[in-house]
């Protein structure tokens, strides 16, 4: 009998820690990219519209998620309660799902176990659904780091939260592959800079849909007094 090692966190509960479940095997591929394609009567091949259409961020399909588990026994009674059990669990509804081997990120979507790859007669369960197309980084910009989980090879520590701002403050966020516009939080009436532009911030949350964080490095300069919090989470493929 195989026995997986690693479990997989989904929501409040682990398949290993939980209902003694280790994987076997993981199946996820990166996601389809959506392209717009048009025939051009006449001519070889068809003309490919999809920077055009999305403003150079290319979209991308959702993509499958398959995780394959064998029950401990061959005891049918207990494989029929665990499966029921998980399916009562997560059927149909939207968890964060973090792999062992990859516990930097979750990813989001919705999981339920796969009747047509589920034999009880090989003690086998197969969970599988849809997830979204990105990964997310495990923490925001302004949640508490758990430094045991943290990766200090890869990990990028993000401190934007009750940043000072005592005239100016240059704040440099490295991103990830995901186009993201970020909430700003002020105390006070501030300015922005951001790509050769400036842009007025208000007190409270701000969202000013001109300003994308992208992959590699973002400069955001602040004028003005008081703190301010920018929230980022990045998402990579």
């Not at 494989?79 to 799902?97: D, F, H, P, Q, V």
Request: overall charge negative; proline content about 3%; glycine content about 10%.
């Amino acid at each position: 009998m195989r026995r997986g090692t690693l479990g997989v966190q989904i929501g409040d509960k682990h398949t290993l820690k939980d209902w003694n479940l280790g994987w076997t095997a993981v199946n996820l591929g990166f996601p389809e990219a959506k392209t717009y394609e048009q025939d051009i009567p006449g001519a070889d091949g068809t003309l490919d519209l999809t920077e055009a259409m999305t403003s150079g961020d290319v979209k991308y399909k959702n993509r499958p998620l398959s995780l394959e588990f064998e029950v401990e026994d061959k005891d049918f009674y207990r494989w029929s309660i665990l499966a029921s059990e998980i399916a009562n669990y997560l059927s149909g509804r939207k968890m964060k799902i973090i792999l062992d081997n990859d516990p930097y990120f979750y990813y989001a979507g919705r999981l339920g176990i796969d009747v047509e790859k589920t034999e009880k007669s090989e003690s086998r369960l197969v969970i599988s659904g849809d997830v979204e197309p990105y990964k997310y980084e495990l923490y925001s910009s302004l949640e508490d780091w758990v430094w045991d989980s943290f990766n200090l090879e890869t990990g990028i520590i993000r401190e934007y939260k009750d940043m000072q701002v005592e005239g100016s403050h240059r704040l440099l966020i490295p991103g990830l592959r995901k186009r993201i516009v970020p909430a700003i939080l002020c105390s006070g009436p501030m300015r922005v800079l951001h790509a050769g532009k400036t842009y007025e911030l208000k007190a409270g949350k701000n969202k000013v849909f001109d300003i994308w964080l992208g992959e590699g490095e973002n400069v955001l300069v602040f004028t003005g007094t008081g703190k301010v919090s920018v929230e980022y989470r990045g998402g990579s493929l």
